[in-house]
T-cell receptor, first 114, second 112 residues
Framework: GAVVSQHPSRVICKSGTSVKIECRSLDFQATTMFWYRQFPKQSLMLMAT?????????EQGVEKDKFLINHASLTLSTLTVTSAHPEDSSFYIC??????????FGQGTRLTVV | KQEVTQIPAALSVPEGENLVLNCSFTDSAIYNLQWFRQDPGKGLTSLLL?????REQTSGRLNASLDKSSGRSTLYIAASQPGDSATYLC???????????FGSGTKLNVKP
């Protein structure tokens, strides 16, 4: 299957700082990318959907000013957690589609805000 | 709002057993269904995708089926192995492919 690379895999940051997470499709062009977060022992919750070159669509309850998503090219989307707080600590996973039906997922980023 | 339930939440079996994982949707209007595997602290690995025109898919020891009329899917694992130990997630997508609704997963432990 197609490969989606997510970086970093783990990050620890201080409260109040910003963190950027990258999601790259390595061997296909991703017209649509998705960002999810997963709390311990819970399932994935969709945060936002981004299409290349346009603004992301955020799910209800997700603060767009706090979780900045940029999908500037067909192979790269970034999620920036701004002014991070301990409650933002979570597992963030990106997913990409090339226009087909199957979704491919990155390896996830474990964010810990201290 | 679509809600996805996976039963059982956890399952522990001896090596070699055949097993069935269940997934159900409150809204049966699922267009595509995908089963994933997640290892601890890791991302998701796609196992099987059942497209809207299909009823089941098979890959090796895995077989997934989808009954759209009831909004239920099952994942059958034959001759389970310790390497199958992981959390299995099902997810259904809507007709416009933009939203995946995930279940909370079944944590499988296959004992040697």
């Amino acid at each position: 299957g197609a490969v989606v690379s997510q970086h970093p895999s783990r990050v620890i940051c201080k409260s109040g700082t910003s963190v950027k997470i990258e999601c790259r499709s390595l061997d296909f062009q991703a017209t649509t990318m998705f960002w999810y977060r997963q709390f311990p022992k819970q399932s994935l919750m969709l945060m936002a959907t981004s299409n290349e070159g346009s603004k992301a669509t955020y799910e209800q309850g997700v603060e767009k000013d706090k979780f900045l998503i940029n999908h500037a090219s067909l192979t790269l989307s970034t999620l920036t957690v701004t002014s991070a707080h301990p409650e933002d600590s979570s597992f963030y996973i990106c997913s990409a589609r090339s226009g087909g039906l199957e979704a491919f997922f990155g390896q996830g980023t474990r964010l810990t805000v201290v | 709002k679509q809600e996805v339930t996976q039963i059982p939440a956890a399952l522990s079996v001896p090596e070699g057993e055949n097993l069935v994982l269940n997934c159900s949707f409150t809204d049966s209007a699922i267009y595509n269904l995908q089963w994933f595997r997640q290892d601890p602290g890791k991302g998701l690995t796609s196992l099987l995708l059942i497209q809207s025109s299909q009823r089941e898919q098979t890959s090796g020891r895995l077989n997934a089926s989808l009954d759209k009329s009831s909004g239920r899917s099952t994942l059958y694992i034959a001759a389970s192995q310790p390497g199958d130990s992981a959390t299995y997630l099902c997810a259904g997508s809507s007709y416009n492919f933009n939203k995946f609704y995930f279940g909370s997963g079944t944590k499988l432990n296959v004992k040697p």
